[in-house]
């Protein structure tokens, strides 16, 4: 099966900063590569995702990149804003043995500091 | 739309009980999935559904049962309650695995 390692746990950076948040994966038949944000006792919500066809995307302050080659992914978030804290989760697709879903990274507690 | 609903929120089992998670959604998804998030340990997935009458199990199976006789819900069956399944369980939804989740408000349980 898929297993994926994300890092850090925790996070803490100065609000107007960027923050990086990475993940490993290590079936290289994934194809799809989605974050989510849960804030508190909230439910986890997509913020961006990527497929294995591509690269990079961007959606206005928030960014991801893929290296396939690497089996790695990173999250890149810039001017960080208060409302920007949260955990945030990778996660990568896997498919085999009948197995269709999605495994999930344990998670980053990223602070933004005033 | 109500999107992806769970019913109840909060749960309070004894050891050896039996219970059953509810989850519909409205959005005519063919694809649905439960997890479970314990603290420090993301979200495990535990079975899932890719149409009426199919379901699979995921990473975490054991102790937990589903069924999808309806396109609308996706029921989770908790056979014989353990303390080790204190969890907050979550709900999702979405058109394939590989677009966006759309995850329920989740349900607390409590296995004492």
């Known amino acids: 099966g898929e297993n994926v390692e994300q890092h850090p746990s925790t996070l803490s950076v100065q609000e107007g900063d960027s923050a990086v948040i990475k993940c490993t994966y290590s079936d290289s038949a994934s194809n799809y590569f989605p974050w989510y944000k849960q804030e508190l006792g909230k439910r986890p919500q997509l913020i961006i995702d990527?497929?294995?066809?591509?690269g990079e995307k961007k959606d206005q302050r928030i960014a991801v990149t893929l290296n396939k080659t690497a089996k790695h992914f990173s999250l890149h978030i810039t001017e960080t804003q208060p409302e920007d804290s949260a955990v945030y989760f990778c996660a990568a697709e896997y498919s085999g043995g009948g197995a269709d879903g999605l495994t999930f990274g344990k998670g980053t507690h990223l602070i933004i500091q005033p | 739309n109500a999107g992806v609903t769970q019913t109840p929120k909060f749960q309070v089992l004894k050891t050896g009980q039996s219970m059953t998670l509810q989850c519909a959604q409205d959005?005519?998804?063919?694809?649905m999935s439960w997890y479970r998030q314990d603290p420090g340990m993301g979200l495990r997935l535990i079975h899932y559904s890719v149409g009426a009458g199919i379901t699979d199990q995921g990473e975490v199976p054991n102790g937990y049962n589903v069924s999808r006789s309806t396109t609308e819900d996706f029921p989770l069956r908790l056979l014989s309650a353990a303390p080790s399944q204190t969890s907050v369980y979550f709900c999702?939804?979405?058109?394939?695995?590989?677009?966006?989740?759309?995850f329920g408000p989740g349900t607390r349980l409590t296995v004492t």
């Open positions: 999702a939804s979405s058109q394939t695995v590989l677009r966006e989740q759309y």
């Open positions: 990527i497929r294995s066809n591509v």
């Open positions: 959005m005519n998804h063919e694809y």
